[in-house]
């Protein structure tokens, strides 16, 4: 591979994308270059849209990591994949030498890059990326829902972490596109999931993908958890609604010896019920990206159904429309998961 003169969304700032065309670097020795298909938009890409990450992020930088891709060329060193291959990327690099490192924490290094952020990411036609965060995919697996992989992997994390047993209550505050992923994730773990959401779209999205759904504005979620549990509460409680009143709801929900995973980033340090903690010997367990088995668990749950991929992405745009797919998400009550299409024949 020549270099190729490719296209490329720059984020450059006040809310604004350009798309301009670049040349794609080769890739170096432990490298490997990816066409991209499609790359979603994350949570994190409105935060930058809207401006909050411009110190980490510059006004120069390709963002997106929500994609799926082919193996367009490989560095010298590279064995692992070869040219043809179905990919994600796992967009975490770590420094491989601080303490978390070490103890084999990678996935929240001290130092920890992410890529898209700190780095190129995939709103691009070619990305080059380091071998190791590759994961091959079944050739069969449609591109489309293989850009859900990233965000299926969190919830993968945080189920897994949890210590979701078949049979458990489960409680999801907050029913976002991580939250019904997480209760997805969860259902196809075994728990009994109860959604808890107030925006009435997103209770009519969760209830469309055959949830039990809970408005805690309309119904005190205490009680209705209660009556479903026969008085015990939910033995697992995800909070991922980066909300105080998420963040009461966790505590309220709990059964005894319950755990609650800490998903959502809070923008402020919430208030939280440590007495509940005591009293019921409650476990709060923070949750944070994915480990390589994460993503395996996610690329398997797409293979075989396990999500459901056509509801949970609610826009397609090509790569070109990058500005009016970010202004119509920021703005849509309904919209879930936007995907971009960036390449021509994805
Ligand atoms: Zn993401
Ligand atoms: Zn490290």
Redesign the pocket.
Known sequence: MSDQTITAAYYRGDKKFSVELRTAPEPGADEVTIRIAYC?I????MHVYHGNMDARVGFDRVIG??MSGTVEAIGANVGTVRPGQKVVVR?LDPCGECPACKAGHEHICHKLKFLGLDTDGAMQELWTVPAHTLHVLPDDLRMDHAALI??VA?ACHDVRLSGLQPGEDVVVIGGGPIGVLVAMVARDAGGNVLISEVNPNRLAIAEALGFDTVNPVESDLQAVVEARTGGKGADVVFEVSGTQPGVDAMTAAAATRARIVMVAIHAQKPNIDLFQFFWRELKLIGARVYEPEDYEKAIALIAEGGIDADTVITDVSPLAEIQTAFEALDRSPIAMKSLIKVGENA
């Open positions: 979603g994350c949570g994190t890409d990591h929500e967009p990233e965000p969190v």
